[in-house]
């Protein structure tokens, strides 16, 4: 079993910075990839960004040049820095782990309000 934990969201205004952290812990081995994804009432949860144990990348056009995902393998911790948040990126986010061995595993935060005022 695998638990993350989340912490860092908040209410911040129109242009503002937040930066969300996920400390994972557990059986955690081989190659994994951690990201971030966010629902927002009424709408499909959506991936924010991903970011592998190699260090590779991945992004939603939404979020390229505000938003920068990194990850320090030694702690199992993976991070978020928001900037020029705006009120569209309101919405829960949650952290997600894949792990990929013999078989892929999936686990979820329980996921951290972001709220960003006009």
């Known amino acids: 079993q695998v638990q993350l934990v989340e912490s860092g969201g908040g209410l911040v205004q129109f242009g503002g910075s937040l930066r969300l952290s996920c400390a994972a812990s557990?059986?955690?081995?081989?190659?994994?990839?951690m990201g971030w994804y966010r629902q927002a009432p009424g709408k499909q949860r959506e991936l924010v960004a991903a970011?592998?144990?190699?260090?590779?990348?991945n992004y939603a056009d939404s979020v390229k040049g505000r938003f920068t995902i990194s990850r320090d393998n030694a702690k199992n911790t993976v991070y978020l820095q928001m900037n020029v948040l705006k009120p569209e990126d309101t919405a829960v986010y949650y952290c997600?782990?894949?792990?990929?061995?013999?078989?892929?595993?999936?686990?979820w935060g329980q996921g951290t309000q972001v709220t960003v005022s006009s």
């Open positions: 997600h782990i894949k792990i990929v061995s013999a078989i892929v595993a999936s686990y």
């Open positions: 557990g059986r955690i081995f081989g190659y994994n990839e």
């Open positions: 970011i592998g144990s190699g260090g590779n990348t």
